[in-house]
């Protein structure tokens, strides 16, 4: 998808990839008459006006880590 199609400012995407970097913030996202088309309806949304995301990322514990380790390792081995 082209920038021209999607409407979409370029720096949207650096902002939330900021925003994920910080740890603790907030973006506001600025839509301007998209239109979104959801699987199994007919009708299309329209979205205009302001949308507010608040982003609160935390570093995982050591106990959370290795949780996360073991479902990675279980997750790969069953799709091999």
Do not use: C, Y
Not at 17 to 24: P, V
Not at 48 to 77: C, Y
């Amino acid at each position: 998808m082209s920038k021209e199609n999607s409407g979409m400012d370029a720096t949207f995407f650096e902002g939330l990839i900021e925003s994920l970097a910080d740890k603790h913030s907030q973006m506001d996202i600025n839509f301007q008459k998209t239109h979104i088309r959801l699987p199994g309806m007919e009708k299309t949304l329209e979205i205009d006006g302001l949308v507010t995301l608040s982003i609160h990322v935390r570093e995982l514990t050591e106990e959370e880590k290795k949780a996360s380790t073991k479902k990675n390792v279980v997750l790969m081995t069953a799709k091999a």
